[in-house]
Every structure is written in structure tokens, then in C-alpha cells.
């Protein structure tokens, strides 16, 4: 609920700008029309909105799902820092924790070099076979991740001795029309960064850089299937 000043706000003269009236909005264009504040504002959330606060030490996790949970597209400020991952959602599937379950018509977008980054030992944490992992598509459709930088970490949370994590930054399960585009994922120490499964249809990944995982970070000996350090997709 908008309150003070953005509450009086509204848009008269010229279009674009904004000034203390009767609550109303006016885009600049031929064609545009007047909605209310509150309209404009519902277009998207910030994770900011539900209290993220990019320190890389505080976890903006649950601030993040809150964002999520709305339905509605959700904005990642760029931040010096790293919007820090340290806990859960509860969500399990493929043996896997979830921090982040997306919905269906829904957008997470980045801004440049905005970046989630898990928390030391994060991974590891999880009780389930194949540890933690962050963003699940799961039997939804229409859905972008656009821009984000994600950081697995790797190096503070390798895989434990004689274990094979899957670990993926983003997976689509039996999901559809899926868009996941100029997203970076560094040092994953699971076998998988992006996923999308059997069950999927109609998923493209593009201009996604893969920087690090596996065996390339110093200290995780068992991710035999990863070969190059570098890889675009």
C-alpha cells in the first residue's frame, strides 16, 4: 500500500515525470493511458520491496520467495554486494533442497551484475541426497530468469569426500516455454548448472555463461563429468 508522498503522487503535464496530485499515472507515449499508482507499482516487485538487503551476509532468501510468492515479475536491484542465499524454501524434489520455486507467468530479472550468492557451507547443509541447489521450474510455464548473476560458491562449499552432487543453479522440471537468457553461474560444485529435464518442452537457453564448477575448483576431486572451464549457452 503506497502511503505518503508516492500516495499524493501522479503524473500531470508532461508524461514520464511525476508530482503530488491525485494518485494517478500517465506513460509517456502516443497511446498511453492514465491507471492509478498502485496499477503502475503491481507491474513488478523488487526484492528490496520484502526486505532484501544485498550485504552478502544477511539472507535475502526468504525476502526473495516472498517476492516470488506474490505471482508477479520480480526485479533484482544491482547492488555492490551480493543478495546472500542461506536457507530453504522446503521444497524438495529430485533429491535436492530448492531455495527459490518460481511460478507460472512470472519473470525474474536481473539487473547487470546484480548477483545471488550462496553462503559458505550452504550447500552442503542440505540433508538431501544431492544437497542444495537454487531456482526450480517445477510444472509451470511461461517463465523467464534473465540477467542474473548466480555464485555457487564453489570454493566454500565443496562437495564432501567421495559424493557426487547435481547442485544446478536453475532446473526445469516438465515445465514449458521456459526462457532462461544472459545468466552467468560461477564455480557450481555440482555436476550441473543448468537443467532442463526429459519432461520439459519448448526450453531455450541462450547467451548463458558457465564460468568454474567441478573439478576446476581447486579441492572438488569428484565431478568427473565436467570438462571445460568456461562455456557458453
Not at 552467468?184 to 526429459?198: H, Q, S, T
Request: aromatic letters at 6%.
Amino acid at each position: 500500500t503506497a502511503t505518503g508522498d508516492l500516495y499524493n503522487c501522479s503524473v500531470t503535464g508532461t508524461p514520464g515525470t511525476w508530482v503530488r496530485a491525485s494518485g494517478t499515472f500517465l506513460q509517456n507515449g502516443t497511446g498511453a493511458v492514465t491507471r492509478t499508482v498502485q496499477s503502475k507499482l503491481n507491474d513488478s516487485v523488487s526484492v528490496k520491496d520484502f526486505g532484501a538487503v544485498c550485504d552478502g551476509v544477511t539472507d535475502d532468501a526468504p525476502a526473495i520467495r516472498a517476492a516470488v510468492a506474490t505471482g508477479r515479475n520480480v526485479w533484482f536491484p544491482r547492488c555492490a554486494t551480493p543478495y546472500e542465499l542461506n536457507s530453504y524454501s522446503g521444497t524438495t524434489l529430485n533429491n535436492s533442497d530448492w531455495v527459490v520455486v518460481l511460478n507460472s507467468n512470472q519473470a525474474l530479472t536481473g539487473d547487470p551484475g546484480s548477483t545471488v550468492q550462496f553462503a559458505a557451507g550452504f550447500i552442503n547443509s542440505s540433508t538431501q541426497t544431492y544437497k542444495g541447489a537454487g531456482f526450480l521450474l517445477h510444472s509451470i510455464s511461461n517463465v523467464q530468469i534473465i540477467g542474473l548473476t548466480i555464485d555457487m560458491n564453489g570454493a566454500n562449499n565443496l562437495n564432501p569426500a567421495a559424493t557426487i552432487v547435481t547442485s544446478p543453479a536453475i532446473e526445469s522440471s516438465a515445465s514449458t516455454d521456459v526462457l532462461v537468457e544472459n545468466v552467468r553461474v560461477l564455480d557450481d560444485p555440482g555436476r550441473n548448472a543448468l537443467v532442463a529435464d526429459a519432461a520439459s518442452d519448448r526450453v531455450t537457453f541462450h547467451n548463458n555463461t558457465i564460468l568454474g564448477g567441478g573439478t576446476s575448483i581447486t579441492g572438488n576431486t569428484v565431478q568427473a563429468d565436467w570438462r571445460d572451464r568456461k562455456s557458453v549457452v
